[in-house]
């Protein structure tokens, strides 16, 4: 195919993604320098369509950007007024007494929000002052400039045949250059995967490590409705099948969210991780609280939990990374929002002063510092080594040996030092012989729902004569390697249905339902043998979430 010719328009900062990070990043830009051309490239129908959130927001982050948020109608509706934890059983439950969390766990002072609300209040106040915003706009190449430096992105191509030929309707897109390019993309981001690898920006990091997060908005009877408690609990249903747990969150208009989140290093290759969540729903504390409601919206994400050690290098010839494209989780807490916020806000600052400088597509000297060392590193490095210590020995051991950990860290004592994660999420598979099959019990329709219906939740669409943004470096593998050997866990893992083995012994074939796909990327880091790519596909496909 002859080479795609495309028109090319210039600015001083091209940012991937309208999450809590990018918008950040833009608006702080535009308070530094109000002549600065900036834009945001959003690959959902619109600000907020993609974004999936717990999410209780500790405003550290929105405070420092938009001090008056509250007099600008910040979405910020729900102040958290009761925190529980409990530690579940499968007929009941133990609450742990508050005074005996550490301090950075307490949720007083933070706010129930939708992150998706949250960023499309924020894409408002940012196209007030100028940054120009295109959602539908995904980016699908990195374009690199003579020097190996980052010069931008091509954005907006559509209509591409099945085969990744130009269609009849084909448009190329554009190309969008800056003096820097930011890559606020999220969990395992595509263009992110790429530079990541390209300038080798992992080497003196440890290994990332994920969790795979659901999240269903449910309307609930209003007797049983208390505006602004949060609970997290632990334990049932995944006991020692894999760790995780859930939390569910009332905010305004007698509704909840309830979630649940599976860390995705499980060796049994037999777990299915959305059928977890839907067991999760008939706990009798839980199956009580929705008794008479309405599940009215669900979703899926995977989120970064490497923490601390497992962040790359920052910064790379011509731009950054920003938020979770990073890994900027505070998993302890249950949250990442108010680091990505900061980091897009240290990138602007990085930036203005190298553009000031009049520097372009080099390295943004002090950014990574500035994260490593400020509010960012402090808040992560008080908890680094909770994750390790439940990987290797349990939820015990996390919970008593990492709390005393994080107890210290915040008297700045840190007895354990910095722990490794040990094998990626991928490698921690263990063959299906090694493990027994797990029996789940059937969906009823009420609580707890089969996957698909759950997806027309999720309000997902892509158009389906486009080519399948799921690749597959070797077509046999899925059959031939992760059928044979471990089970398909890929059929489970996926908390869309988009993999399914149809057929009988040689006749069977792996088939890609991309059209169901949510964008949570857990494929491409939980596949065994690391043979699926997740990409983007062409602009506004995927789901269309509505207040998550």
Known sequence: MAEIEREAMEYDVVIVGAGPAGLSAA????????????????????????????AVLDPVGLNKLIPDWKEKGAPLNVPVVEDNFYMLGEAGQLRIPNMLMPPLMNNHGNYIVSMGNVCRWMAEQ?????????????CSEVVYGDNGEVKGVVAGEFGKNPDGTPGPSYEPGMELHGKYVFLGEGVRGSLSKQVIAKYDLAAKSDVQKYGLGMKEIWEIDPEKHKEGTVTHTMGWPLESNAGGGSFIYHLE???????????????????????EFQRFKHHPQVAELLKGGKRVAYGARAISEGGYQSMPQLEF??????????????????????????????????????????????LLDGYDAAVRKGEIGDDLKKVRNVKPLWSKYGLLASLGIGGMDMWMNTFGIGFLGTLAHGKSDADATEEASKHKEIDYPKPDG???????????????NHEESQPAHLHLTDPDVPVSVNLAKYAGPSARYCPAGVYEFVGEGAETKFQINFQNCVHCKTCDIKDPSQNITWTVPQGGDGPNYPNM
């Open 253 to 275: 208009n007698n509704q909840v969210y309830v979630g649940f989140v599976v860390h995705l290093n499980y060796k049994n290759p037999h777990v299915f991780p959305y059928m």
């Open 27 to 54: 608006i702080r830009l535009k308070q530094l320098d109000a002549d600065l051309n900036v834009v945001v490239l959003e690959k959902g129908s619109e600000v907020g369509a993609h974004i999936l959130s717990g």
């Open 317 to 362: 010839p011509g731009g950054a990374l920003l938020g979770c494209a990073a890994g900027m989780v505070n998993v302890p807490r249950i949250k990442g929002n108010h680091n990505a916020m900061l980091s897009g806000i240290a990138a602007a600052e990085a930036a203005v002063e190298a553009i000031k400088s009049e520097r372009s597509g080099d």
């Open 446 to 460: 009420t609580l707890s729902f089969d996957r698909l219906t759950n997806v027309s939740f999720s309000f997902t």
């Open 126 to 138: 940012a196209e007030e002052m100028g940054v120009e915003i295109f959602p539908g706009m995904a």
